[in-house]
């Protein structure tokens, strides 16, 4: 499968913004789909996922109640609605899809497939 992440932007802080990733090649309804996000001179860190289904999320704590992912299996889309930005947010946002069954989903190590990243910026 191929990811196409895109929506990032320059914004202000307290700003929103949704990102879209965009699945080609094989049905997003087969995988686990989550984004990370690696800000400047940092590893890359797990942002959120979902379920094949949607019926299970999953946040990191800096993101809970501002940020909500979702997903449209019949546009093979995953979203990222991102509100009450933040400056520490900035970093550039990847998707990513897993294919295996797991207990969690926030190891990047454990994500078969990868996009090309969008970036987001956020100014005090």
């Known amino acids: 499968v191929q990811l196409q992440a895109s929506g990032g932007g320059l914004v202000q802080a307290g700003d929103s913004l949704r990102l879209s990733c965009a699945a080609s090649g094989r049905p997003s309804s087969r995988y686990v789909m989550g984004w990370f996000r690696q800000a400047p001179e940092k590893g890359r860190d797990f942002v959120a996922f979902i379920s094949r289904s949607g019926g299970v999320t999953g946040y990191v704590d800096s993101v809970k109640g501002r940020f909500t992912i979702s997903r449209d299996n019949a546009k093979n889309t995953v979203y990222l609605q991102m509100n009450s930005l933040k400056p520490e947010d900035t970093a550039v946002y990847y998707c990513?899809?897993?294919?295996?069954?797991?207990?969690?989903?926030?190891?990047?190590?454990?994500?078969?497939?990868w996009g090309q990243g969008t970036q987001v910026t956020v100014s005090s």
């Open positions: 990513a899809a897993d294919r295996d069954y797991r207990d969690s989903y926030d190891q990047i190590h454990e994500y078969d497939y």
